[in-house]
């Protein structure tokens, strides 16, 4: 018996060395894929040590040292008109007048007020480039004045889509008169009187600010001269700066590694830790139904809503006899129809919005000089003085569209002159066979050295005309014009000598023998 257990007691002993022998396998295995660290803490272990023991725990790896952060670099100086910019302009200027309009403007004012100290920000990114870099090709130089081009646009559309403001729109017209200033940058070589031009232009609508609010709130005259003031400083710094147009560095770098050296990004510090694992791959939806059958789609689904039959019109709200324009003429001369009080979930009933003018929307056309056929296009031409057309020909016309501040001379006699959406534009013709013709072109002026049978005005304000001797006997026909006057050369003086004489603008009519006589009311004194 005793022998029985002795001998199961040594089988016992003999199977735990087995086991121990092979965990003691097992670890040594596991220990040959830890990093060094672990398995040098591993082997610290005593092979012989009893196997209830609790393991030593194995230290982290030390993370690596940080690199060295090199130092910021110092920024550039600033270019001396880029400064004179910033202070002159932006903070002298236009930040006061944003911050009085805020004071008292609605909305739509200071909407497009800060329209405008965008558009002053992107003056000032191009005066940078300008002040770093050399004189670009025309295509890129294009490019530089987008911004500024989308700026105007934007400030143009802000007044359109406010007309319904009509105690404001003055503002809004006087804003967006002025918005244009930037274009000095493409004027040469008087980029000054160009922004003196614009700054009259703006003046007219400040005027009407000024008288309608003189006796209300002097804040509102006010906010015109700060708004004035803006372009007449503007007007100044260019011609401290750039006197003859906008001014390249000769020795600076291209447009394209300017734009590289700006837009390069700072590298990341280093020592930052490694990113998160990344998550765990989506579950995958679960498969349809075997029996479910695919939505239709397309034209099959027409045809399915089509032969639901009589439950097609379920989903339809019943619209009551208050809702009804036939039966309510009130609502026929309102437009819209109010919503239901019942109906909860019904949207509100919004606006459109009115589109802006197309004009807008257009970008700077192409200058277009040449005879096509028999007729002479002259169309988009900006301050171009003199353009010549010599030995015109009987059979060819002379059309301009499209002009600003520029004077065409027609040497030669012609068929006959049309000018359209033209302002500031002059004429000098010697003879002309059928008509002159001038439409929605204001501040225009028209002078006929030798013949012309009949000249035409419609839709035009502000202009000169100027007869020869030979041409007195000219018929001349307006409509919806103002502020016409005709010069007449003076008998008896010297050639060139004009007396000046208006075309009636107020009328008189009366009904004679059941017809309407109209004449011209003469003013006395």
């Given at each position: 018996m005793?022998?029985?257990?002795?001998?199961?007691?040594?089988?016992?002993?003999?199977?735990?060395?087995?086991?121990?022998?092979?965990?003691?396998?097992?670890?040594?295995?596991?220990?040959?894929?830890?990093?060094?660290?672990?398995?040098?803490?591993?082997?610290?272990?005593?092979?012989?040590?009893?196997?209830?023991?609790?393991p030593t725990p194995v230290p982290p790896p030390a993370p690596p040292a940080p690199a060295p952060i090199a130092p910021p670099a110092a920024p550039a100086e600033l270019p001396r008109s880029v400064v004179a910019f910033d202070e002159q302009i932006i903070e002298g200027k236009l930040k006061p007048f944003v911050e009085l309009t805020k004071s008292f403007a609605i909305p739509s004012v200071v909407e497009q007020v800060g329209l405008v100290e965008q558009e002053f920000k992107d003056l000032r990114e191009l005066l940078l480039v300008a002040a770093s870099c050399k004189k670009p090709e025309q295509a890129e130089f294009e490019k530089l004045l987008g911004p500024l081009q989308k700026d105007i646009e934007a400030i143009t559309r802000a007044k359109e889509a406010n007309r319904k403001d009509r105690e404001w729109f003055n503002h809004l017209s006087t804003v967006a008169e002025g918005a244009p200033c930037v274009g000095w940058v493409t004027v040469t070589p008087k980029p000054g009187p160009y922004v003196a031009e614009i700054k009259e232009s703006t003046q007219f609508y400040g005027n009407?600010?000024?008288?309608?609010?003189?006796?209300?709130?002097?804040?509102?005259?006010?906010?015109?001269?700060?708004?004035?003031?803006?372009?007449?400083?503007?007007?100044?710094?260019?011609?401290?700066?750039?006197?003859?147009?906008?001014?390249?560095?000769?020795?600076g770098v291209s447009v394209e590694q300017f734009r590289a050296s700006s837009s390069t990004a700072a590298?990341?510090?280093?020592?930052?830790?490694?990113?998160?694992p990344p998550p765990p791959p989506p579950v995958a939806p679960p498969a349809p139904a075997a029996g479910a059958a695919p939505a239709a789609t397309g034209i099959?689904?027409?045809?399915?809503?089509?032969?639901?039959?009589?439950?097609?019109?379920?989903?339809?709200?019943?619209?009551?006899?208050?809702?009804?324009?036939?039966?309510?003429?009130?609502?026929?001369?309102?437009?819209?129809?109010?919503?239901?009080?019942?109906?909860?979930?019904?949207?509100?009933?919004?606006?459109?919005?009115?589109?802006?003018?197309?004009?807008?929307?257009?970008?700077?056309k192409p200058a277009k000089f040449a005879l096509e056929g028999n007729k002479w296009a002259i169309e988009y031409q900006e301050n171009q003085s003199p353009l010549t057309l010599d030995n015109v020909e009987i059979s060819q016309t002379v059309n301009l569209y499209g002009c600003k501040n520029t004077t065409v001379v027609v040497k030669g006699k012609c068929n006959a002159v049309t000018m359209v959406n033209c302002i500031k534009t002059s004429v000098l013709v010697e003879s002309v066979i059928s008509s002159i013709s001038v439409t929605n072109s204001p501040s225009f002026a028209v002078q006929i050295t030798g013949k012309a049978p009949t000249i035409q005005l419609?839709?035009?304000?502000?202009?000169?005309?100027?007869?020869?001797?030979?041409?007195?006997?000219?018929?001349?026909?307006?409509?919806?014009?103002?502020?016409?006057?005709?010069?007449?050369?003076?008998?008896?003086?010297?050639?060139?000598?004009?007396?000046?004489?208006p075309i009636p603008e107020m009328f008189r009519t009366t009904v004679v023998d059941g017809k309407l006589v109209t004449t011209a009311v003469e003013h006395a004194g």
């Open positions: 005793a022998s029985g257990g002795l001998h199961s007691l040594a089988t016992i002993i003999k199977r735990l060395e087995a086991t121990t022998s092979r965990l003691e396998d097992l670890a040594s295995l596991a220990t040959s894929y830890l990093p060094p660290a672990a398995q040098t803490a591993a082997a610290a272990i005593s092979p012989g040590a009893s196997v209830n023991a609790e009407r600010v000024i008288k309608e609010f003189k006796d209300k709130d002097p804040k509102h005259a006010e906010w015109v001269k700060e708004y004035v003031a803006l372009l007449e400083e503007t007007r100044k710094y260019i011609i401290e700066y750039h006197t003859t147009g906008l001014t390249w560095n000769p020795k590298p990341a510090p280093a020592g930052v830790p490694p990113p998160p099959n689904a027409v045809f399915e809503q089509l032969n639901r039959g009589e439950e097609v019109t379920k989903g339809l709200r019943k619209v009551d006899k208050s809702q009804m324009t036939h039966k309510n003429p009130a609502l026929r001369a309102g437009g819209t129809v109010p919503a239901s009080p019942t109906s909860c979930c019904a949207a509100p009933g919004k606006k459109p919005t009115k589109p802006s003018k197309p004009q807008a929307l257009m970008g700077k419609d839709s035009t304000d502000s202009g000169q005309i100027y007869l020869s001797k030979e041409c007195l006997d000219v018929e001349i026909t307006t409509a919806k014009c103002s502020s016409i006057n005709v010069s007449l050369p003076v008998d008896g003086e010297e050639e060139g000598v004009f007396a000046e004489h």
